[in-house]
């Protein structure tokens, strides 16, 4: 059943490219913002990168995770799939999977922009970025669908969603800067390590506690 | 529906919690110890930390009603979640203020990124949203639901805001008076005086604010 | 003058006055509310 709403999403992202263009730009022009506002020397542009890049993605996915609830507003398609037999935390698990997926894709487009306009050196080691900013891709939707379930029917839902969303997904970020600044400085794993750590469990607590939710929240 | 304040037992309540309060006040000013190089500022502590003490608290008492609400399906449980809601927010935004007022003189500047004070400043935001939320969520139904959920999700977020925020910037020292058990019997027997009182401060207010919902809720009921 | 007197007072009639105004304001919301359901009730 999962499968069936994950497929769902990415058909409907495939034959659109909505999400990922519109997140894609939106990113390209924060980019734009940041040449212009970073009056500074390279060195220092160098060692904000990591925190620039994410507060960008921050902003983009609040913008893609918005759009793709919408869907689920227009036509009042939310009835529909909530009166559906299944179990709804099963929505919020492909919403979350599906976004983390639109997610990395726009990543690995917008990074090179990213580090192209702003003149910074790639990571040392790509592998390693890749790899970290797969699990704070997912461990960013996870707060940000479960959020969004809570603030996308609500009045006012594109203030309500970043005032939310922000204060919650603070922990991620601060690790999420502290992971990227290590591998970019090429520092040895161990010393941000316990980053990864708390990454991995606010991706197990807000998945469980989202999945549990998700069904309470979307009662009707 | 009677005013709260008409039943005997809250009149004397209020009135011991009114003498306590005082009692705490005369007890801090005459019988506490003068530190040394903070002298009158110290004693901001004995008010600054209950305040957090019962701000906590009382958001870990959304996050109970948050569960039973679901658990039970009961309507009244959403009232003791907005009751703990507001009177938390109030306490935090207090610590918040005198926080800084207390950390002018000592610190010699009114704000620093320490753990604590910066996981409280997150939770404030978040029961901002929280109240926004609850003004533009919708419908009563949903809203009770939304604000549930949203007891919940915030306060299973604490321990891993606090854990990142201590780990961000280690070098930035918690407060001095930190340990509490490793305080001197003449400052920890005041202090723990002031948190019990402040706690049954908190009892009183909980208990008068969920009575307040409760009628504003039966005048809606009624339409 | 070094003993910080002023911060004290400070604090302490914030956090008072501000549990106490929060009383004093709960009395005036009951008021209202009391008023309100009373009025639907009779009509």
């Known amino acids: 059943m999962f499968f069936i709403l994950l497929k769902k999403e990415l058909y409907n992202e495939f034959r659109s490219r909505e999400l990922i263009l519109s997140m894609l730009v939106f990113g390209l022009s924060i980019i734009l913002a940041y040449a212009f506002t970073s009056n500074v020397s390279r060195v220092i542009l160098t060692n904000y990168a990591p925190g620039m890049f994410w507060a960008m993605i921050l902003f983009v996915t609040v913008l893609g995770v918005h759009r793709s609830f919408s869907y689920e507003k227009e036509m009042d398609a939310f009835s529909m799939l909530i009166t559906a037999p299944i179990d709804r935390g099963l929505i919020y698990l492909s919403k979350w999977i599906s976004g983390f997926i639109f997610l990395t894709v726009m990543e690995l487009i917008i990074c090179i922009p990213f580090f192209k306009f702003l003149l910074i050196d790639f990571p040392l080691n790509p592998l390693m970025a890749v790899g970290t900013a797969l699990l704070i891709n997912l461990a960013i939707m996870a707060v940000a669908n479960l959020v969004s379930g809570i603030a996308m029917r609500a009045r006012l839902s594109e203030v309500l969603l970043p005032v939310l969303m922000f204060p919650l997904v603070s922990p991620v970020v601060i690790a999420a800067t502290k992971i990227s600044n290590g591998i970019m400085a090429g520092d040895p794993y161990q010393l941000w390590q316990i980053w990864l750590l708390i990454i991995a469990s606010i991706i197990v607590i807000f998945g469980l506690v989202g999945y549990t939710l998700f069904d309470f929240i979307t009662e009707e | ?223 | 003058m070094y003993n910080y007197f002023g911060y004290f007072l400070t604090v302490y009639l914030i956090v008072f006055g501000v549990i106490f105004g929060w009383f004093f304001n709960q009395i005036r919301l009951e008021r209202q509310a009391i008023n309100e359901t009373s009025k639907l009730n009779e009509s």
């Open chain 2, 1 to 223: 529906m009677t005013p709260f304040f008409q039943n005997k037992i809250n009149r004397i309540w209020c009135l011991t919690v009114v003498g306590l309060l005082l009692l705490n006040v005369w007890n801090i000013v005459s019988n506490t110890p003068m530190v040394l190089d903070q002298h009158w500022a110290q004693k901001i502590f004995y008010v600054h930390v209950p305040s957090a003490w019962v701000g906590f608290l009382s958001y870990f008492v959304v996050m109970i009603a948050g569960l039973m609400f679901f658990i039970k399906g009961d309507e009244k449980w959403d009232d003791v979640g907005l009751a703990a809601a507001g009177i938390g927010t109030m306490f935090i935004a207090l610590v918040l203020i005198t926080g800084p007022i207390w950390a002018t003189p000592i610190w010699g500047k009114p704000w620093i990124w320490e753990p604590r004070l910066t996981t409280t400043l997150i939770l404030f935001l978040i029961y901002i949203g929280y109240f926004m939320m609850r003004t533009f969520g919708g419908h009563i139904e949903r809203i009770r639901r939304y604000a549930a959920a949203l007891g919940i999700i915030a306060f299973v977020d604490v321990p891993i805001i606090f854990v990142s925020v201590q780990f961000w910037a280690p070098e930035i020292q918690s407060h001095p008076q930190v340990e509490m058990a490793q305080q001197p019997i003449g400052i920890l027997i005041p202090f723990l005086l002031s948190l019990s009182i402040f706690t049954v401060l908190y009892t009183l207010m909980m208990r008068y604010r969920i009575h307040v919902i409760r009628i504003s809720n039966s005048g809606v009921e009624n339409v």
